[in-house]
């Protein structure tokens, strides 16, 4: 097999600044067998990536979240690089049982030929099961808008027909296939956010490759990860070795200039005394368990307590944990030695007991610490047992300020639908028929659509189908809506005249069936998800639709869509990685409209703090976002 790019592959294009200083140091990056590169979505990622491998000129295997960014990377192959004699044919591949000169493929396909599995391959970016990033991220549990998948678990409601693709590894020797295809080059598209399996899958195929050479893209590097999980993804991808920053893109060109705002809403009345019932109980709580005579004999036993300094390295790898304790000690009265004041570094003074403190010391005794205390199992299990019954403990954390059931009232608040309205009029007022705005939620919410159109009561649920209601019910003159998920589309009824020729130009059939006299129609398309993608796309594109809901796992990642000039995050995502993936939809340039500015719209529910309370969970989620990737926003 040819070993060389020459007359095969030759960039087309113009290469911008940033992207001709990071080719101008390829090599002295490669020096470690690494590239890693860091950037934002929009600015050229790919177009470096495929450089990198020519310049390597060996066969490579490039592997991608999804099966739509892996198409996408042969798209680019072909339309940005591939000579006129090249075959594509001949040289791209996405079946890692054909392997050509290039491969793209995906990390679940490399986990499916690994385990030698049959079965099928869905269109998902692996970030459901993210070890406790994204999947608790999702206050279900599981992430919030994944579908069904050979390595994970079934959500709330899955997104509906996605990409899929049959495949047999039985008999496939991966490892046999990669030394007769001569692969020496291997690409990694945003590899950090996996599943905990693929993840396992792709280290195991990397340490029984030593002499590949590896090129790491990303736009989200793990930045809010634990120092484990950063070590273990440096590990992988060798240390960041360029990070091409937003301002430095806009400036280029490659980014439109854009603005993050985050919003904010009370809860309402209902929410707002659910709340402060919850709080009631938790401080009622807080009480018993200081009063419990049980736990007070077991803190006292702490080893740490009676021999301090043996424990002083201990206390201090964890010291906000040192500290409950003797906020705890000093609270009942238990004596301690006057080494561990000094220790604690606060002059001698400790805060008085509250609800965190006790958090903090119970998740000691009960999870992290037990061995260093003197209890029977039976005296635990009375303190879980007693904690459960209150609602305090979820997944082994003890939660005695804000958990689970919190966090969904905030999240969920009815009072961001109104926040959502508010944000589509401003947008419309200010943009006219040149709005583009999309609104990403988690879920779909397909049985509330026997609502549209009703004189019942709308239940305000964060979800594709309540929020298209919610926004036609507020009878705003001009703005028109639609919804793109994987198993509902909504489009006016006035796009019918369009719509057979354009769904023809991309070889589907479909039919738009009226929801009652609202003025809109599901439209039902035969043909493969990408296709319906694209169809409403378009209609997106020319103003037949100003504002399009959606769910992110369609449309979060790996969706083109330049036209988009406002965005709103209706989501309940956590994380700085997903966040700026999904941001990347609103930044990106368009050439039809070389003046556009983006907005990014951030949600939050603010509950009303009384002193000494602890701070919004809703909020905090979002500023955590923003303190990860300070430099990206």
């Given at each position: ?230 070590k ?17 893109l ?46 007070r ?33 000093q609270?009942?009265?238990i ?11 606060t ?22 610490d037990?061995?260093?205390?003197t ?111 994987g ?9 019918e ?38 169809v ?17 796992s ?12 406002s ?7 956590g ?35 009384e ?23």
């Amino acid at each position: 097999m040819n070993t060389g790019y020459e007359g095969i592959l030759q960039f087309r294009g113009k290469w911008r600044d940033y992207q001709e200083r990071v080719l101008l140091h390829a090599q002295q990056y490669l020096k470690d067998g690494k590239i890693h590169i860091v950037a934002a979505p929009g600015s050229g990622k790919t177009t470096l990536g495929i450089e990198l491998i020519r310049r390597l000129g060996a066969p490579c295997l490039i592997f991608s979240p999804s099966i739509t960014i892996r198409q996408q990377w042969l798209m680019r192959i072909q339309e940005g690089f591939l000579t006129e004699e090249a075959d594509p044919q001949e040289i791209l591949s996405n079946n890692l049982k054909q392997m050509k000169q290039m491969t793209a493929t995906t990390y679940q396909a490399l986990y499916s030929a690994m385990k030698r599995e049959q079965g099928t391959l869905e269109e998902d970016s692996g970030e459901a099961a993210e070890e406790d990033a994204a999947a608790s991220e999702a206050v279900d549990g599981v992430d919030a808008a994944d579908s069904k998948v050979a390595a994970g678990g079934v959500t709330e409601e899955a997104d509906g027909e996605k990409e899929t693709e049959q495949v047999d590894y039985r008999d496939f020797d991966i490892f046999k296939a990669v030394k007769e295809a001569g692969i020496t080059t291997i690409c990694l598209d945003e590899a950090h956010h996996l599943r905990s399996e693929w993840w396992k899958a792709l280290e195991t195929f990397l340490d029984k490759l030593p002499d590949v050479k590896i090129i790491a893209l990303t736009a989200t590097p793990p930045y809010d990860s634990t120092p484990a999980q950063w070590k273990r993804y440096i590990d992988m991808c060798g240390p960041i070795d360029e990070e091409i920053f937003t301002p430095e893109l806009v400036k280029e060109g490659s980014l439109c200039p854009h603005q993050d705002y985050v919003y904010f809403n009370w809860p309402t009345r209902e929410e707002e005394a659910y709340v402060r019932e919850h709080q009631k109980r938790m401080q009622m709580q807080v009480q018993k368990m200081m009063a419990d005579e049980t736990l007070r004999r077991i803190v006292s036993s702490h080893q740490g307590l009676m021999h301090p300094e043996e424990y002083s390295e201990r206390f201090l790898d964890k010291p906000e944990y040192f500290t409950a304790l003797l906020v705890y000690c000093q609270a009942k009265g238990i004596p301690f030695s006057g080494y561990l004041r000094k220790l604690i570094g606060t002059k001698g003074k400790l805060p008085g007991m509250d609800a965190h403190w006790m958090e903090v010391l119970l998740q000691g005794v009960l999870y992290e610490d037990r061995e260093s205390y003197t209890m029977m199992e039976a005296e635990r299990e009375s303190l879980l047992q007693e904690l459960k019954e209150a609602g305090a403990i979820y997944r082994n954390k003890v939660a005695l300020r804000d958990n689970e059931a919190i966090k969904k009232v905030l999240m969920k608040s009815q009072g961001k639908m109104e926040s959502i309205h508010t944000i589509v009029q401003a947008e419309y007022e200010a943009l006219g028929n040149d709005l583009r705005l999309l609104v990403l939620c988690d879920y779909i919410k397909k049985d509330k659509l026997p609502e549209i159109g009703s004189k019942d009561t709308l239940v305000t649920e964060l979800g594709a189908v309540p929020i298209f209601e919610y926004l036609r019910r507020q009878n705003m003159t001009g703005i028109r809506l639609g919804v793109l998920s994987g198993t509902v589309i909504i489009v006016p009824m006035a796009v019918e005249a369009k719509l057979p020729e354009l769904l023809a130009q991309y070889g589907c059939s479909g039919t738009l069936n009226p929801l009652g006299d609202t003025g809109y129609g599901q439209l039902m398309i035969k043909g493969k998800s990408t296709h319906t993608v694209a169809v409403v796309t378009e209609l997106f594109r020319q103003g037949e639709i100003h504002t399009l809901i959606g769910t992110k796992s369609l449309l979060g990642e790996g969706w083109d869509a330049p036209c988009i000039n406002s965005l709103i995050l209706a989501t309940y995502v956590g994380s700085f990685m997903l966040s700026n993936q999904m941001r990347g939809r609103a930044i990106r340039t368009d050439r039809e409209q070389p003046d556009k500015t983006g907005n990014i719209w951030h949600l939050a529910c603010i509950f009303p703090k009384e002193r000494g309370q602890q701070s919004n969970t809703d909020a905090e989620a979002i500023m955590k976002c923003w303190n990860a990737g300070l430099n990206h926003f």
